[in-house]
């Protein structure tokens, strides 16, 4: 079993920059590890994902060039560090987790198995 908890959530303005933190627990080694948001009235949406075996990592078209994947495998945690925001990043970004060996797509969120809370990031104009 994987229990997951976001932290880093804020209100920040436009241009601002933000680091999130997913802290696992449980057994964690060989899964995928996500990032998705999901704003007011929208679908949940990929924003990244880094896969446990291998390192490679994805990312979601409106995030590119702008967020950043990373996990510290001896702190059991994931980051999101978010740069240059804007007003359309804002959402409840959700951590989720799947085991790599069964996960053909990092970006369907319909393939991970163990999610978060969630925590509100907010981008002012």
């Known amino acids: 079993q994987v229990q997951l908890v976001e932290s880093g959530g804020g209100l920040v303005q436009a241009g601002d920059s933000l680091r999130l933190s997913c802290a696992a627990s449980?057994?964690?080694?060989?899964?995928?590890w996500g990032w998705f948001r999901q704003a007011p009235g929208k679908e949940r949406e990929f924003v990244s994902a880094?896969?446990?075996?291998?390192?490679?990592?994805y990312y979601g078209d409106p995030v590119k060039g702008r967020f950043t994947i990373s996990r510290d495998y001896a702190k059991s945690t994931l980051y999101l560090q978010m740069n240059n925001l804007n007003p359309a990043d804002t959402a409840v970004y959700f951590c989720?987790?799947?085991?790599?060996?069964?996960?053909?797509?990092?970006?369907?969120?319909?393939?991970?198995?163990?999610w978060g809370r969630g925590t509100q990031v907010t981008v002012s104009s």
């Open positions: 989720a987790a799947q085991r790599d060996a069964v996960m053909a797509d990092p970006t369907n969120k319909a393939l991970y198995g163990y």
């Open positions: 449980g057994r964690t080694n060989g899964y995928v």
């Open positions: 880094i896969r446990g075996i291998g390192g490679s990592t």
